[in-house]
């Protein structure tokens, strides 16, 4: 117990872990669980981009798709490493679920993970078309860049490391998204498209932030694993989307 007790402050304090042998039972539950989410929402983003690469319009944008595809899967594979180094089987992980599968487009599932998987809701839905599919990247690659601020510092530091690997790759998907959503965004038809896609994600993508007033977030952020709250996160997202389609008329 006293071993415990000091590791508990040391992590308050903002120490690190560097090794599974020095990690304490519910540091790792939840560690494990942060890994899971990020895993599992990769796996399931590097599908749905995969089945959008058809629905490009053009070589440049299939390059883009293919390369967040594949960039996605690799990412989720760093992660499963950690996660592997707590004894997870990784083949057997990547495995267990159909990442591909979706919900009926209008299903509001709001922040409740479904599916048996611990993907984050917004990758449940389904793209429909080349402007959504743009949409959506763009909207969830601003909060994916929001949510690295946190990543990059948890208390885990090999876990850390990885992320700070990942974080310049995830930034350069949604300056791909963006690349994207100017090219859509100079016809009329394009931003009509878009206006409805933004419409759909929009709610989606903010639901990703989790619970205002989080009672697991004082826990979290003891343990090293959260320091800003959903509500700050949040509302960087939305600053973000404002500066991003307010200049397109799309805000």
């Known amino acids: 117990m006293t071993d415990t007790m000091n590791i508990d402050d040391y992590l308050a304090q903002g120490g690190v872990l560097t090794s599974p042998g020095n990690v304490p039972a519910r540091y ?14 990769e796996l399931a983003a590097s599908a ?15 390059i883009a798709a293919s390369r967040i595809t ?15 180094d707590f004894g997870t089987d990784a083949a057997r992980y990547q495995r267990q679920h159909d990442w591909a599968a979706r ?41 994916t860049g929001v949510q690295m601020t946190e990543l990059t510092r948890v208390s885990y ?15 350069r998907h949604a300056e791909l998204g963006i690349e ?8 009329a038809e394009g931003r009509d498209q878009l206006r409805a896609s933004l419409a759909y994600w929009q709610p989606r993508v903010a639901a990703t ?20 709250t959903n509500e700050a ?14 200049p397109l008329g799309l805000a």
């Open 103 to 143: 919900v009926a487009r209008d299903a509001d599932l709001g922040t409740t993970r479904t599916g048996g998987d611990m993907r984050l809701s917004v990758f449940h839905y389904p793209i429909t078309g080349w402007a959504d599919a743009v949409a959506m990247n763009v909207l969830m690659g601003l909060a």
């Open 70 to 84: 594949l960039e996605k899967a690799d990412h989720a594979e760093r992660v499963l490493g950690v996660m592997a």
């Open 28 to 41: 790792r539950g939840e560690l494990l669980r942060l890994m899971a989410s990020f895993v599992d929402s």
């Open 209 to 228: 932030f989790g619970l205002a007033a989080s009672p697991r977030h004082a826990l979290l952020a003891r343990m090293g694993l959260r320091h800003q």
């Open 180 to 187: 994207g959503l100017d090219r859509l965004a100079a016809t």
């Open 233 to 246: 996160l949040l509302a960087r997202w939305q600053t973000l989307v404002a500066e991003t389609l307010g």
């Open 48 to 62: 749905g981009f995969a089945a959008a690469i058809n629905l490009a319009p053009g070589i440049k944008e299939r």
């Open 157 to 171: 530091a090999p876990l850390a490391e990885v992320f700070r690997e990942i974080a310049p790759r995830e930034a």
